[in-house]
Nanobody, 118 residues
């Protein structure tokens, strides 16, 4: 059993910053790509950013230059630094990881709310 535990969401004013963190725990042999997705009310879940085990990153166009994804392979942790936040960044943010236990599985965190409002 593998769990993804998220932290760091909250309320921030436009232009502000937040940092999200996610730690994978459990029966883990290896972790592949990790990432963050988000879902705003009445919208589909969308990719925010991903990072491979080797450190290659991919970002949604809407967050390029404002968000930075990073990971610590030794701690099974992925983080998302969010700067210059906009009201349209308001959403529930979900951590995602591809984890090798006895085979590869995709796991999701429980989600953390990010609200950008004055």
């Amino acid at each position: 059993q593998v769990q993804l535990g998220e932290s760091g969401g909250g309320l921030v004013q436009p232009g502000g910053s937040l940092r999200l963190s996610c730690t994978a725990s459990g029966n883990i042999f290896s972790i592949g790509t990790m990432g963050w997705y988000r879902q705003a009310p009445a919208k589909e879940r969308e990719l925010v950013a991903t990072i491979t085990s080797g450190g290659s990153t991919n970002y949604a166009d809407s967050v390029k230059g404002r968000f930075t994804i990073s990971r610590d392979n030794a701690k099974n942790t992925v983080s998302l630094q969010m700067d210059s936040l906009k009201p349209e960044d308001t959403a529930v943010y979900y951590c995602n990881a591809n984890v090798l236990t006895h085979r590869w599985y995709e796991y999701w965190g429980q989600g953390t709310q990010v609200t950008v409002s004055s």
